[in-house]
């Protein structure tokens, strides 16, 4: 019998050729897993099946019958199966896959819509967890940027994705017309038909995973010509590795851009690769674009981040697929403002609670919802657990004068049910609590409850509270208490 008290994690990829993505997300963190504490390893296909020592399964690369026919088998006995995307694919097998797993991994917003696009008619679990910064180093200065008239360019890609530098071909040659400029390439294989019709020499250097951040620091400028939405990882590893970057403006590029103000060089056209590649040749351009961009990627793909979220999301797949939980407190809940995207998923969810007859219902609790996000004084959260909504609640505050006091009506809220029973209702009404005394009278703050129902109803009678059939009535004792309160 399997045991779901405690993550058994296996990955099955190939390992050669050993390529960046399975490097990074697959053999980069089964190490911090470890690290983390956590029992990981890899499978083949193999792997004895009859005496089990998992309970999850990441796939990635693999995508034909045989991996359909092994994820059949796991779900018939019992293990959680998760598809690790990292790259757009033309076989027919991808959606079969997609619509088979237990949830899906990817690396940007780009890549989710393509999985759902791929499977229109299912409601896809999916969780986006980016490449972590492979090599970190001292933030650069003024003197490491080279001040010579030549621009020493580099360009890394798979073997299958060398075609890419077409896209910048023409701007290439009129730039190497007018300056004195170097191309190299890092790549699996050697493939020099693909850099024909550039006329100026073209370098190469056998990508290997040991001598690849030593190489990557050698050059001036980074160009990243994509044909595709893809993920970030290729502009991440460049910054982080101190080099400015030039690249072909996609969805996940473009995200990294505009947070860090560097929108100019992302290109579409031939002249705007000509014309980033011109700016780059100032030394004070190239110090100002990592000035602006390596903190930044230091603070958003920082490795102990990136593996957090990965204990985050395989928790809440034991929780949800299984009904279990690991055996230490890995239940991050994270609570935040409501936005318009996360309408759907909030009716859904609270379908469980109060189910809904006809599109007609439905329809009129989404506008409803839209109508209370715009409204001032009425605050919609929503409770997120591996980048899935667990909880929400709507909350009306106000000064009331006449009683002396700062009122908080709570008039919904609710916890999805595989999430009762582990404090998650505790850890949002702490929340509520925390955001409201910060801007009322915390020495004299009311919390009323109004429509809450079921395992609600039973926590707060349970733990000697006043009910109602109309309201809950709690009342705060003294300044700073913090005992949780919550649907446990």
């Known amino acids: 019998m399997i045991d779901y008290d405690r993550p058994k994690i296996r990955f099955l990829a190939p390992i050669v050729p050993l390529e960046s993505s399975t490097r990074v997300r697959i053999l980069k963190i089964m190490e911090y897993l470890r690290k ?67 949830a899906i991994l990817v690396d940007c917003e780009a890549m989710e819509e393509y999985c759902r696009q791929l499977v229109p008619n299912k409601n896809l679990d999916i969780m986006i967890i980016p490449d972590s910064i492979d090599y970190i180093d001292e933030r650069i200065s003024r003197s490491q940027i080279t001040k010579t008239n030549n621009l020493n360019v580099v360009f890394f890609a798979s073997p299958s994705n060398l075609n890419c530098i077409e896209i910048c071909k023409e701007a290439l040659n009129r730039l190497g017309k007018e300056k004195e400029l170097t191309l190299t390439y890092i790549s699996g294989d050697e493939h020099p038909e693909c850099f024909n019709g550039l006329e100026f020499p073209v370098n190469f250097i ?70 980033a590649l011109i700016k ?12 602006k961009t390596v903190g930044w990627i230091w603070d958003s793909y920082r490795i102990d981040d990136i593996i957090n979220k990965y204990k985050t999301f395989f928790t809440r797949l034991l929780i949800e697929k299984r009904g279990k939980t690991y055996d230490y407190d890995a239940i991050q809940i994270d609570v935040r403002l409501a936005e318009q995207k996360d309408i759907d998923e909030i009716v859904i969810s609270g379908e469980e609670w109060h189910p809904i007859h006809n599109e007609t219902d439905r329809e009129f609790r989404k506008k409803t919802l839209m109508e209370t996000l715009g409204k001032e004084g009425h605050e919609i959260f929503v409770a997120e657990n591996g980048g899935k909504i667990i909880g929400w609640f709507d909350v009306r ?9 700062y009122s908080v009506h709570v008039e ?8 009762r029973g582990i404090k998650v209702g505790s850890t949002i009404l702490q929340k509520i609590i925390e955001h409201y005394e910060k801007i009322g009278e915390k020495s004299n703050m ?38 949780p309160l919550g649907v446990d």
């Open 446 to 483: 009311n919390i009323m409850f109004f429509y809450s129902e079921g395992s609600v109803d039973s926590f707060f009678e349970k733990n000697g509270f006043y009910t109602s059939s109309q309201h809950f009535y709690i009342r705060k004792k003294q300044i700073g208490e913090k005992k």
């Open 280 to 291: 780059m040749f100032n030394p004070e351009t190239r110090f100002n674009f990592l000035n």
């Open 36 to 102: 983390n504490h956590e029992i990981v390893g890899l499978i083949d296909f193999s792997t004895n099946l009859e005496e089990l020592t998992f309970n999850i399964l990441v796939i990635q690369k693999y995508h034909d019958q045989s991996t359909i026919n092994l994820i059949d088998r796991l779900k018939l006995k019992g293990v959680i199966t998760v598809y690790d995307i990292v790259d757009r694919d033309n076989d027919p097998i991808i959606p079969q896959i997609l619509n088979k797993v237990d």
């Open 397 to 405: 505050a106000y000064e009331d004068w006449h009683m002396l006091r």
């Open 206 to 275: 056998k990508w290997n995973p040991y001598t690849f951040s030593m190489d990557l620091r050698k050059f001036d400028l980074a160009i990243l010509p994509q044909k595709k939405e893809k993920g970030d990882s290729k502009l991440v590893q460049a910054i982080s590795h101190n080099l400015p970057a030039i690249s072909s403006n996609i969805e996940s590029y473009r995200q990294i851009a505009e947070h860090t103000g560097t929108t100019e060089f992302l290109c579409k056209t031939s002249d705007e690769w000509y014309n």
């Open 412 to 419: 919904h809220i609710f916890v999805v049910s595989a999430y």
